[in-house]
């Protein structure tokens, strides 16, 4: 059980280095669209049980996701946003509607997400550990802290997955990252760095994760002091609907580029 403290939301501005405001005027030229997001800091103890009311309050959220929504962003990219109706899918039923947390404490990172699906579809024919995107789930992409060269999984981009699996598998946890000799590494997210919870719901399930920053530290190049730190991130929410690959619903960026990912600060 991870103990974390939140309190009420800050709308103070954060402290960046010159460095960061320097990357700050250069991100619309390297292709992050959306504007920057403040994530707040936490102040109030929660159990991560799969329950987000003791938190989610004082979180960064933008409420409910769908396709029609983010198809209106410019960051969204048909080719990778796409969702699949199989033909046994419950008539009338949503097939993906989402809504997305996360704060910061001390000692981490605090992630949630509340997911409205029509098929909970977790089992795959050819499954292979690392093919968390063929499984429902939500997959929390960051690049901490940012830099200026647009990367697919090099050193410092880190995706943290976790899929709506209660039987909690080894690679229901898993993360992708990159570091100084390659890209595109693979394995379970170790488990002295993480705590994560899912509770399957009547219309759906939810997700809700603890992750160290000493995994940024170990797996990135996360080194500076918190608030000072400009970051990215994108967010994937994989539905498969019975296929083996099938859709996905991408917040925030439009695919491994990390360049394409949406700017991230962190508020006192």
Partial sequence: MVLIKFGKQSNDSVRLSTSSILLSALLPLLGCA?????????????????DLADWKNYA???????????????????????????????????DLSSTFYIAWSDSGLILGA?????????????HLDERWYNKDGVAWFFE??????????????????????????????????GNDSADYLEQAIPKETQEYSVKVTTDGYIIEAFVSW????KYGQFSEEITETLGSMMIVNCDPDGGEYGGHLLIYGKGDNDATWTQITFSE
């Fill in 60 to 94: 960064h959220s933008q409420g409910k996701w769908n396709l029609k929504r983010s198809s209106s962003e410019p960051w969204h990219s048909p080719k990778r946003s796409r969702l699949i109706n199989e033909a046994d899918e419950p008539t009338g039923s949503i």
């Fill in 34 to 50: 959306q504007s920057q997001m403040d994530i707040p800091h936490a102040n109030v103890s929660l159990n991560i049980d799969g």
């Fill in 114 to 126: 509340e997911v409205e699906d029509n098929i909970l579809d977790v089992v795959e024919t050819e």
């Fill in 144 to 177: 901490l802290p940012y830099d200026t060269i647009p990367e697919r999984f090099a050193a410092g981009s880190v995706a943290l997955c976790f899929i709506a699996d209660t039987s909690y598998p080894e690679y229901g946890a898993w993360m992708r990252y």
């Fill in 214 to 217: 000493e995994l940024f530290r």
